[in-house]
């Protein structure tokens, strides 16, 4: 069974950054597609962002583009979004989540996505 634990949500700001970090046991991280959803009170969840499994291509929703970096480090079992410029409607609770196949491609359906993290709550304040 796999484990996603984020960490690193928060208040701040807007124009103020973070960055989340989702940590994820197991021995075979780097063989699956990573992303990061998120949801808002009252919406349905959407696609942030997605990596590759070596890390050298990401994939963005036009609306974090250019302000929101995917990265992962392969050794620590962990995935991270730096989030710059913030703007209050970036509020939402966050999640890490892992490709349901490993070795494919990047992914941006929720639904080729099978592990998910509990969340962390990111709030951007005016």
């Known amino acids: 069974q796999v484990q996603l634990v984020e960490s690193g949500g928060g208040l701040v700001q807007a124009g103020g950054s973070l960055r989340l970090s989702c940590s994820a046991s197991?021995?075979?991280?780097?063989?699956?597609?990573m992303g990061w959803f998120r949801q808002a009170p009252g919406k349905e969840r959407e696609f942030v962002a997605t990596?590759?499994?070596?890390?050298?291509?990401?994939l963005y929703a036009d609306s974090v583009k250019g302000r929101f970096t995917i990265s992962r480090d392969n050794a620590k079992n962990t995935v991270y979004l730096r989030m710059n410029s913030l703007k209050p409607e970036d509020t939402a609770v966050y999640s890490c989540?892992?490709?349901?196949?490993?070795?494919?491609?990047?992914?941006?359906?929720?639904?080729?996505?099978?592990?998910w993290g509990q969340g962390t709550q990111v709030t951007v304040s005016s």
């Open positions: 197991g021995r075979t991280f780097s063989a699956y597609v």
């Open positions: 990596v590759s499994r070596s890390g050298d291509s990401s």
């Open positions: 989540a892992r490709a349901k196949i490993s070795f494919s491609g990047l992914k941006w359906y929720g639904d080729e996505y099978n592990y």
